[in-house]
Nanobody, 120 residues
Framework: QVQLVESGGGLVQPGGSLRLSCAASGSILTIYGMAWYRQNPGKQRELVAAITSGGSTNYAASMKGRVTISTDNAKNTVYLQMNSLSPEDTAVYYC??????????????WGRGTQITVSS
């Protein structure tokens, strides 16, 4: 099994910054990619940013220029630096990982989510 543990959420004022972290642990042979998604009640979960094991990144259009995704492959950890936050960024942010857990077994894993609230 693989566990993803997020940290770094909380309350921030408009225009502020936050850095999220997500550490993967467990039976990991290879992590092919990691990502951050977000979701509000009654809405679909949407991609914020993704990064492959090779370092290629993909950002949601609404987040481009305001967020940076990065990894520490030695620690199986992904980070999301978010700047210029607005109330529209309020959501639960979920970590995702595409993991090979055995020679012939590749699985998707999700963290439990961390709440970010942008409010004055």
């Amino acid at each position: 099994q693989v566990q993803l543990v997020e940290s770094g959420g909380g309350l921030v004022q408009p225009g502020g910054s936050l850095r999220l972290s997500c550490a993967a642990s467990g039976s990991i042979l290879t992590i092919y990619g990691m990502a951050w998604y977000r979701q509000n009640p009654g809405k679909q979960r949407e991609l914020v940013a993704a990064i492959t094991s090779g370092g290629s990144t993909n950002y949601a259009a609404s987040m481009k220029g305001r967020v940076t995704i990065s990894t520490d492959n030695a620690k199986n950890t992904v980070y999301l630096q978010m700047n210029s936050l607005s109330p529209e960024d309020t959501a639960v942010y979920y970590c995702y990982a595409d993991v090979m857990v055995a020679f012939d077994r590749r699985r998707d894993y999700w963290g439990r989510g961390t709440q970010i609230t942008v409010s004055s």
